[in-house]
């Protein structure tokens, strides 16, 4: 299978800690991206990496990518309650791959 | 707002029926597909579609057909159900390219839970 990996498989913190999630994938890339889900609903987009970028920010959001090691990372700071969610890494444009996802869970 | 809208939340049928399952986009997204969501495995490509009557098989096709006559509209169906066919199904589109801050972002449906009993 080529279906990317993520780590841990669910993570559960308390409100103001920051929570991280880890992402392997097997082939090469032009981008990966990062997606959330709420429970029983459709996807959201939240970030995407290019393979000439190392870092990316948007609020609160930190995606980091080591194409050497075929990972990335996903860090929200600052967790809140509304973060509770599923997220999930992809790579590729048509035969998109999607990784199993992080169930995170913020404790109030 | 991209908003792409699938056919029901939640549909149950018996074994053996054929179901359609519908979804429509109103962004002129080139591309849609469509996924089966199962604990544990993640999001799997069944078909994708990148254009008006075009269709690419995806990783798990077997049981499945798709139609896209219009743009807007890319339909899932299943000849004759199946219950190891109870799953998620989620439905997507994007825009053709990987120019732009947000490449190939996909927007998805709320998703229909099917149900074969």
């Known amino acids: 299978s080529q279906q990317g990996e993520e780590d841990p498989q669910a993570l559960s913190i308390q409100e103001g800690e920051n929570a991280t999630m880890n992402c392997s994938y097997k082939?090469?890339?032009?981008?990966l991206q990062w997606y959330r889900q709420n429970s029983g609903r459709g996807l959201v987009h939240l970030i995407l990496i290019r393979s000439n970028e190392r870092e990316k920010h948007s609020g609160r959001l930190r995606v980091t990518l080591d194409t050497s090691k075929k990972s990335s990372s996903l860090l929200i700071t600052a967790s809140r309650a509304a973060d509770t969610a599923s997220y999930f890494c992809?790579?590729?444009?048509?035969?998109?791959?999607f990784g199993a996802g992080t169930r995170l869970f913020v404790k109030a | 707002d991209v908003k792409v809208t699938q056919s029901s939340r939640y549909l149950v049928k018996r074994t053996g029926e054929k179901v359609f399952l519908e979804c429509v986009q109103d962004m002129d997204h080139e591309n849609m597909f469509w996924y089966r969501q199962d604990p544990g495995l993640g999001l799997r490509l069944i078909y994708f579609s990148y254009d008006v009557k075009m269709k690419e098989k995806g990783d798990i096709p077997e049981g499945y057909s798709v139609s896209r006559e219009k743009k807007e509209r890319f339909s899932l169906i299943l000849e004759s159900a199946s219950t190891n066919q109870t799953s998620m199904y989620l439905c997507?589109?994007?825009?053709?390219?990987?120019?732009?801050?947000?490449?190939?972002?996909?927007?998805f449906g709320p998703g229909t839970r099917l149900t074969v009993l």
């Open positions: 082939t090469s890339i032009n981008n």
């Open positions: 997507a589109s994007s825009l053709s390219g990987l120019a732009g801050p947000r490449g190939n972002e996909q927007f």
């Open positions: 992809a790579q590729g444009s048509f035969k998109t791959i």
